[in-house]
């Protein structure tokens, strides 16, 4: 029943920006944490931006500065504007409920390369 579907994902330059979208269905949107991860090959399992309820954004270290997480209630959409992205932002980024029970999404891909 519950469904988040990624969309944005594609190939771009350093330095360049992308935003992604996170469709969500069947979860009552506004009470819900949601948030992204990304997932590189070789590499761990990194939850880079997060939003609460209320809209209070939490980032990883890695991308301060240069991502945005945000939240459109009234569309059930979660948003991720990445700018000055560099070659190691390249992995497949996963929309996530964090309000348990937790659910993914299926993940879209980005990836920086000159």
């Known amino acids: 029943q519950v469904q988040l579907v990624e969309s944005g994902g594609g190939l771009v330059q350093p330095g360049g920006s992308l935003r992604l979208s996170c469709a969500a269905s069947?979860?009552?949107?506004?009470?819900?944490?949601l948030g992204w991860y990304r997932q590189a090959p070789g590499k761990q399992r990194e939850l880079v931006a997060s939003?609460?309820?209320?809209?209070?954004?939490n980032y990883a270290d890695s991308v301060k500065g240069r991502f945005t997480i945000s939240r459109d209630n009234a569309k059930n959409t979660v948003y991720l504007q990445m700018n000055s992205l560099k070659p190691e932002d390249t992995a497949v980024y996963y929309c996530v409920r964090l309000t348990s029970p937790i659910y993914w999404g299926q993940g879209t891909q980005v990836t920086v390369s000159s």
């Open positions: 069947g979860i009552i949107f506004s009470i819900n944490a």
């Open positions: 939003i609460g309820s209320v809209g209070r954004p």
